[in-house]
């Protein structure tokens, strides 16, 4: 019991060697989930973007190669999670594309009305207060931004108390203010996407 607590608690704020090499694993299996997730969001050459939870930077990477010419910013408060982000990203933060630091989604270091495309993958089941955190996106957002929260149904199962469902999810954003709420799941794999836009 106690190994599988500190594995838990490497998955949602990784440090050290242990969580470096965790965040490899999750770069490795997140993979397949960015590609169809990414199929169902229209994503411009020049957008702002924001992940959440940016871990391993894989999502970064993959973004970063959907718009060209545009900016991406990654937040994560694991700090060994912003290294590892940053390293794989390297390029990209020296030329000004991508931007990586520590912050927390319940209080992201950014003006209003900032992002077009905001996203989320496997990470919403791992903060402390998940309606702050997504009023939080709902204000950094532009009109006619889209939010993307993607997760394992098994692990929201297991790690929230509430909004496990897709209903809750997508009552979640309503509630917020967000409209064209959506849902897709890949019931082989597990994955629920919610999508909503401002």
Known sequence: MRILNSLIEQAKNPNGWVGSFMLRMMNTVHTGMNKWAFKKLPLEKDSIMLDIGCGGGKTI?????IIPEGKIYGIDYSEQAVKDSIQANFKDVETGKVTIFKADVTNAPFQEKFFDTITGFQTHYFWDDIESGVKEIFR???HGGCVLLVAEVYKMNYHMESY???DEMEQLLINTGFHNVISYE????????????K
């Open 61 to 65: 990477q993959a973004l970063s190669k």
């Open 140 to 142: 950094i957002l532009k």
């Open 164 to 166: 496990k469902t897709k």
């Open 186 to 197: 890949n019931k082989n794999k597990g994955w629920l996407m919610v999508k909503g836009s």
